[in-house]
Every structure is written in C-alpha cells, then in structure tokens.
C-alpha cells in the first residue's frame, strides 16, 4: 500500500514571496504523483501531475513541482504567490499498472497574507 | 464538456436518519470513487465504482454503501447517521480504463452533510 505525509498542516506567506509545500510519500512499487488544490467550498481540482519522464513538473497558475526518487518527495514550489493561491493543497500518489485508487496525503492550507 | 455533478450541495440530518447522495460522472467516464473530506482526517477514500461493479474499498463501517447505475451515475447512502458522519462527501470520475489509467481524479463541487 501507498501513502503520502503533508508534514505542514499550515503555511503562512507574504504575497509575492515563495513558497514550498512538502510532500513525502511511500510506495514499494512506481507510482505516478500529483498536487491538487481546493478553493473554500470547492471540490479539488488537479494542479500538476508526474507519470514519467522530466523530473521538473509545471502545472496551472505558477506551480511546478520536482519529483525525487531517492527522497520520495514531491514538493510544489512557486517562485512568487498571489493572495488568489490562498487554498488547500493536497498531495497524491497513485501506483502505477492497471487501475489503482488514489491516495490523498491530509493537506496544507496555504494562507497568503497580503 | 460538463463536469461532474454532485446533489444535493447541502444537506442537514439528524442522528439515526439516513442520507442519499449522488454524482453524476463526466460524460463517458465509467469510473466513480468516493472521498469523505473531514478538518484533520483529509480525505478518506470511501469506494470505487467501475461499471456497476465496486472495484475497490475504503475501511468505513457497513453503514456506508454505494451504487453505480448503467449509465455511470453513482449514489452512496450512509444509514444510521452518527454526529461522526458530518463531512464534506466528494466525488471524483476517470476513466477507469486500465490502459488509460493515470490516476488522475475529476471531482465535484461535494455534498455538506451536517449531522445535528
């Protein structure tokens, strides 16, 4: 089985500076990993996603994120966040080979204070 | 191309009642999954359906079932309503083809369900 960890519940940054949002997870078999974000009183909406190939992912609205093997991680980075980013995101792996379903890590509540 | 559609968006219950939900899937997506969305727990994987069939389960009491329609529409039903049960139940359809599977989920607005 899979899992994913979100060490930080909550993140606080200024509008314009950057920001990083951890994400490890757990899998004895390859997998495909992505980041998902949710606006207040919304469902989840994908952000980016890793299946194969380059390491360095980018995704809607400024976000990339890095996918490393060696420290199982695959955190998102923006290089400058706006108070629009305010929102929770959430880290997910799926294995990969036939259908699989999607783990969710417990999210990070990204607060960009203006 | 619609998204998915979730009803109803709220909904208030009492304890020991139960609650009907429904999704309806991106049209020609066969698979429907399940997610109960709690402050602290995240998301917690409920089921999956793959062509009427439940291909996949989450560890959640038998209070809490589902169904999937010939046309890929969804419904989950949680009898015995506990105050634990408040929750924002999510939906999300893919494909579910095993060679077009990528993991990735398209999901609805959810369902708000308060239990008083």
């Known amino acids: 089985a899979q899992s994913v960890t979100q060490l930080d519940s909550q993140v606080p940054v200024f509008e314009e500076a950057p920001v990083e949002l951890r994400c490890n997870y757990s899998?004895?078999?390859?997998?495909?990993l992505f980041w998902y974000v949710q606006y207040p009183n919304q469902g989840l909406q994908l952000l980016l996603k890793y299946l194969s190939g380059s390491t360095l992912v980018k995704g809607i609205n400024g976000f990339e994120a890095e996918f490393n093997k060696s420290q199982t991680s695959f955190h998102l980075r923006k290089p400058s966040v706006h108070i629009s980013d305010t929102a929770e995101y959430f880290c997910a792996v799926s294995r990969r080979g036939g259908y699989q379903k999607v783990t969710f890590g417990t999210g990070t509540k990204l607060q960009v204070i203006p | 191309k619609a998204g998915v559609t979730q009803t109803p968006r709220y909904l208030i219950k009492t304890r020991g009642q139960q609650v009907t939900l429904s999704c309806s899937p991106i049209?020609?997506?066969?698979?429907v999954s399940w997610y109960q969305q709690t402050p602290g727990q995240g998301l917690q994987f409920l089921f999956e359906?793959?062509?009427?069939?439940?291909?996949n389960k989450g560890n959640f009491p038998g209070r809490f079932s589902g169904r999937q329609f010939s046309n890929s529409r969804s419904e989950m039903n949680v009898s015995t309503l506990e105050l634990g049960d408040s929750a924002l139940y999510l939906c999300?359809?893919?494909?579910?083809?095993?060679?077009?599977?990528?993991?990735?989920?398209?999901f609805g607005e959810g369902s708000r369900l308060t239990v008083l």
């Open positions: 359906y793959f062509s009427e069939t439940q291909r």
């Open positions: 049209s020609g997506h066969r698979s």
């Open positions: 899998s004895s078999v390859s997998v495909y």
């Open positions: 999300a359809s893919s494909s579910g083809l095993a060679d077009a599977n990528t993991g990735e989920l398209f």
